[in-house]
């Protein structure tokens, strides 16, 4: 399993960025994908997941502002993110819903940086 996130960087609130990540695992459109997010000195959270039948779902603080979506054939999730606020900074990672096992611990893939300066 390998899951690459990237698209991130420096921008200011009220912003724009699209993430992308790029998850090689088998099976990848009968699973169900998230965006995780780890701010500063925070627990990594589930901040959007979208279901294998494409069914979305989001926390409130990003509810109206991101937006999730899967490509099947190329083994993708994006995560197009508007009106940023400083807040929404941190590492953002993707990963299944509930995250992938491996050898008894979450594994989590490359992640990709989003600052938002105020």
């Known amino acids: 399993v390998q899951l690459q996130a990237s698209g991130g960087g420096l921008v200011q609130a009220g912003g724009s960025l699209r993430l992308s990540c790029s998850a090689s695992?088998?099976?990848?459109?009968?699973?169900?994908m998230g965006w995780y997010r780890q701010g500063p000195g925070k627990q990594r959270e589930l901040v959007a997941r979208?279901?294998?039948?494409?069914?979305?779902n989001y926390i409130d603080s990003v509810e109206g502002r991101f937006t999730i979506s899967r490509d099947n054939a190329k083994n993708t999730v994006y995560l197009q993110m508007n009106s940023l606020k400083p807040e929404d900074t941190g590492v953002y990672y993707c990963?299944?819903?509930?995250?992938?096992?491996?050898?008894?611990?979450?594994?989590w893939g490359q992640g990709t940086q989003v600052t938002v300066s105020s």
């Open positions: 990963n299944l819903d509930p995250p992938y096992i491996q050898r008894g611990r979450p594994y």
């Open positions: 979208m279901s294998r039948s494409g069914m979305p």
């Open positions: 695992i088998s099976s990848f459109s009968m699973r169900d």
